[in-house]
T-cell receptor, first 114, second 116 residues
Framework: AQSVTQPDIHITVSEGASLELRCNYS??????LFWYVQSPGQGLQLLLK??????LVQGIKGFEAEFKRSQSSFNLRKPSVHWSDAAEYFC????????????FGQGTELSVKP | ETGVTQSPTHLIKTRGQQVTLRCSSQ?????VSWYQQALGQGPQFIFQ???????GRGNFPPRFSGLQFPNYSSELNVNALELDDSALYLC???????????????FGPGTRLTVL
């Protein structure tokens, strides 16, 4: 079955600390992977995506993610968290050429302490 | 260039009623996807419309139906509402549903539906 698992429902980090959000996937075909962020009252914003090539991808707002095929993982990282990063983060997997039809994880809520 | 817009923002219905949610896609986009996001969950794919035709459907019953208009705006209709239909409904538009290249989809802010 195709699925995305985000093991951490809620994470709290101190401002300036590093961050890693975990994502594991199960997908029959070649996975195309995404990380989205959702702030309260907002739609989803794409942080970064991985299709092929270099397994370390850079995104917006200083985020990066690393694809590890052997571990079926696509973890999101940021070296130094800002208070404005507090939001809900979703990992998703989907088909490359069909712009939608994404399978999302249940999300990780990030809180940032001063 | 305007982004994806959805209306209404909030809606309250009672069980058994019908509801129509609307989505205006981003300029130049011909594909709209709809997702249901229950509280505390990730979005779930409902269906996608490409050039006015349904182009894929998730695991949702037939009482969830949709339309796409010539201007590529879209409607999501839900009949015989159930309590579990309470959720945030998101639409997302992109520039193509069948091309070989990836086309980023842009999400609207959603419609919050409450079924009592």
């Amino acid at each position: 079955a195709q699925s995305v698992t985000q093991p951490d429902i809620h994470i709290t980090v101190s401002e300036g600390a590093s961050l890693e959000l975990r994502c594991n996937y199960s997908y029959g075909a070649t996975p195309y992977l995404f990380w989205y962020v959702q702030s309260p009252g907002q739609g989803l914003q794409l942080l970064l995506k991985y299709f092929s090539g270099d397994t370390l991808v850079q995104g917006i707002k200083g985020f990066e993610a690393e694809f590890k095929r052997s571990q079926s993982s696509f973890n999101l990282r940021k070296p130094s968290v800002h208070w404005s990063d507090a939001a809900e983060y979703f990992c998703a997997v989907g088909p490359y050429n069909q712009g939608g039809k994404l399978i999302f994880g249940q999300g990780t809520e990030l809180s940032v302490k001063p | 260039e305007t982004g994806v817009t959805q209306s209404p923002t909030h809606l309250i219905k009672t069980r058994g009623q019908q509801v129509t949610l609307r989505c205006s896609s981003q300029s130049g986009h011909n594909t709209v996807s709809w997702y249901q996001q229950a509280l505390g969950q990730g979005p779930q794919f409902i269906f996608q419309y490409y050039r006015e035709e349904e182009n894929g459907r998730g695991n949702f019953p037939p009482r969830f139906s949709g339309l796409q208009f010539p201007n590529y705006s879209s409607e999501l209709n839900v009949n015989a509402l159930e309590l579990d239909d309470s959720a945030l409904y998101l639409c997302a538009s992109s520039s193509s549903g069948t091309s070989l290249s990836y086309n980023e989809q842009f999400f609207g802010p959603g419609t919050r539906l409450t079924v009592l």
